[in-house]
């Protein structure tokens, strides 16, 4: 969306460039000419496109697919790019989406040399409070937030329980991106399923008298109603 999407129109003829967009299509091309526009045939950002030779179409949540070679390559290089001497102590945690136990195993598949602490389905509050908590060197929670299963993805907390801002993100990813990894290694970690006892004496510690008053109870709260 935005910007990138102008890039169709500046790639060179003896090149073979292949250009994905979010919303379901793969190998588009420059914008039509007046008067050729599609309707059906339409970027992410809602602008005319054409299709080159062989290009193909597909739902637009197989556009965020993660494979499970994928998820194992991203737990690899996720251990190796905190560069810790000693066992790394990760805790992790899922929201309510099927997806996310697909997630979780391809992601442990990957790690090494860590104790990891799992909370199971847990809400992306709990996860930060376990992790700072338990004295973890990260927390991983798999959740897609407010958005459907196909953007199903990973959010990283750093040992004090906070989300990690833009700066430490990218230098993060460009840690993980010179990373290669191996197709066979030991795969070495712990996992100790815990639960969240701490999390909930923290909030009933800290909640009001409920007394003499009418509670409305959403049901729908995703995880942490799980």
Request: net charge negative; charged share 25%.
């Amino acid at each position: 969306i935005g910007l990138p999407t102008k890039i169709a129109s500046y790639l060179p003829v003896d090149k073979d460039v292949f250009l994905h967009s979010e919303n379901g299509l793969l190998a588009f091309g420059p914008p039509p000419s007046a008067g050729d526009e599609d309707p059906e045939l339409i970027n992410a950002g809602k602008e005319f496109v054409t299709m080159l030779k062989g290009g193909a179409f597909f739902h637009h949540g197989d556009s965020f697919a993660m494979t499970d070679q994928e998820m194992r390559s991203l737990g690899y290089k996720f251990a190796l790019a905190l560069n810790q001497p000693r066992k790394l102590k990760i805790v992790i945690g899922r929201d309510t989406r099927k997806n996310g136990t697909f997630l979780r195993e391809g992601f442990l598949a990957g790690l090494n040399n860590a104790e990891v602490f799992d909370l199971g389905i847990a809400s992306t509050p709990c996860i930060a409070f376990m992790t700072k908590e338990l004295s973890a060197d990260f927390g991983v929670v798999f959740t897609a937030s407010h958005n459907p299963p196909s953007y199903n993805g990973i959010k990283v907390f750093n040992q004090f329980g906070q989300k990690l801002n833009k700066n430490q993100e990218d230098k993060f990813e460009e840690k993980m991106q010179n990373i290669d990894v191996p197709t066979n290694y030991e795969n070495q970690i712990q996992v100790h399923k815990i639960k969240a006892k701490k999390y909930i004496e923290k909030i009933t510690q800290n909640a009001p008298v409920l007394s003499n008053m009418e509670i409305a109870i959403d049901v729908s709260g995703g995880a942490s109603e799980a």
